[in-house]
């Protein structure tokens, strides 16, 4: 079974644009949860999404959202990116969204 | 979720067994014990998690005392590519909804398992 894929890898942006981040779960896993993780605050988590439905945010700025498809994939945007949004985005799968996390690889996102 | 605290950092020699505590004084009775730990640049790896009877897998054993108050994962022979953080979070496993749907994670243990 393929793991949680996160796209693309590694983005470079400029203060002011906005930018989007992919993530495909696991297949047959319903609940993806996004997190943010920089050297200062560690793993923060932002949002999660089951059933296209958002159905808990973490405390950020409303210029991060994101959204669910019908086929469980997600994406996530940030829009006006600060300097201070640079940090590896990390997305999670699990079946319901109480029990285990699967995790992906991150996006490491770079704002110049 | 109720708050845990680890030690910043640990060494272990390779081959001998790694002892990663974790203090929850204030974890409730229907709260799970997980352990995750990430590798440098990776995202997250689930361990094993338990209620309040000792578990084992194929990656390690989770020991959690009687009072549920603290726990102790252990990887039986740690090698070098078992040097990570490792996180102990405490979370409800049923769907009683809200923030129920995050983990919180704490700053964890740096394992360096040394040659």
């Known amino acids: 079974k393929a793991g949680v894929t996160q796209t693309p890898r590694y983005l470079i942006k400029t203060r002011g644009q906005q930018v989007t981040l992919s993530c495909s779960p696991i297949s047959g896993h319903r609940s993806v949860s996004w997190y943010q993780q920089t050297p200062g605050q560690g793993l923060q988590f932002l949002f999660e999404y089951f059933s296209e439905t958002q159905r808990n945010k973490g405390n950020f700025p409303g210029r991060f959202s994101g959204r669910q498809f019908s086929n469980s994939r997600s994406e996530m945007n940030v829009s006006t990116l600060e300097l201070g949004d640079s940090a590896l985005y990390l997305c999670?799968?699990?079946?319901?969204?109480?029990?285990?996390?699967?995790f992906g690889s991150g996006t490491q996102l770079s704002v110049l | 979720d109720a708050k845990t605290t680890q030690p910043p950092s640990m060494d272990c020699a390779e081959g001998r067994a790694a002892n990663l505590p974790c203090n929850h004084s204030t974890i409730s009775g229907n709260e799970y014990v997980y352990w995750y730990r990430q590798i440098h640049s990776q995202g997250p790896q689930y361990i094993i998690h338990?209620?309040?009877n000792n578990e084992t897998n194929e990656m390690a054993s989770l020991i959690i005392t009687e009072d549920r108050k603290s726990s102790t994962l252990i990887l039986p022979h740690a090698t070098l590519r078992d040097t990570a953080v490792y996180y102990c979070i405490v979370r409800f496993a049923t769907n009683s909804g809200g923030s129920n749907y995050k983990l919180t994670f704490g700053k964890g243990t740096l394992l360096t398992v040394n040659p």
């Open positions: 338990g209620l309040k």
């Open positions: 999670a799968s699990s079946l319901q969204g109480n029990e285990k996390l699967f």
